[in-house]
């Protein structure tokens, strides 16, 4: 059975930082397209960042300040949040994906507030 578990959420004031994990099992990470999504109250789900085998994609609103990265050997995935703000604020979720099969993992909630 597929898992993406999710983990490193929580609370922090604006501009500082959280890292994000996405341990996957029963599936190779680095054979999928992986992506983060977040969902903020009231709003649709949308894009923050994916990774191949080759590239990084971007959400506008994180570029500069996001950085998605793998590491095959723990066949993770991770959310680098740097310069955090507000609007960041939303339940992040871990995205695996093929041609024929998408999983998602549980979500973490990450707070930006003063």
């Known amino acids: 059975q597929v898992q993406l578990v999710e983990s490193g959420g929580g609370l922090v004031q604006p501009g500082e930082s959280l890292r994000l994990s996405c341990a996957a099992s029963?599936?190779?990470?680095?054979?999928?397209?992986m992506g983060w999504y977040r969902q903020a109250p009231g709003k649709q789900r949308e894009l923050v960042a994916t990774i191949t085998s080759d590239t990084t994609n971007y959400a506008d609103s994180v570029k500069g300040r996001f950085t998605i990265s793998r590491d095959d050997p723990k066949n993770t995935v991770y959310l680098q949040m740097n310069s955090l703000k507000p609007e960041d604020t939303a339940i992040y979720y871990c995205?695996?994906?093929?041609?024929?099969?998408?999983?998602w993992g549980q979500g973490t909630q990450v707070t930006v507030s003063s």
């Open positions: 029963a599936i190779i990470v680095s054979m999928y397209n």
């Open positions: 995205n695996a994906r093929n041609i024929i099969w998408a999983y």
